[in-house]
């Protein structure tokens, strides 16, 4: 999250996805994100977590069919 905060085009995606309402924050009270995730299904969504970019590749790795 920290590099990406930092670039221009990022924030204003975050700011137009925001304003339609399709970002959902999954982060604990009170904890700092560590990633993000955008998905295209069923609409547009930002999932935003407090679990590092590792620790969700290692947990959708173990889901892969």
């Not at 670039?7 to 996805?17: K, P």
């Not at 925001?18 to 982060?27: H, I, T």
């Not at 700092?32 to 295209?40: H, I, M, N, Y």
């Not at 299904?41 to 069919?65: C, G, M, N, V, W």
């Amino acid at each position: 999250m920290d590099t990406a905060g930092a670039s221009r085009r990022t924030e204003e995606y975050f700011r137009h996805v925001e304003s339609e309402g399709a970002v959902v924050d999954l982060c604990a009270p009170g904890t700092l994100p560590k990633s993000f995730l955008v998905t295209d299904f069923p609409d547009e969504t930002i999932y935003i977590s407090q679990l590092s970019p590792a620790a969700l590749k290692k947990r959708a790795e173990r889901l892969e069919f």
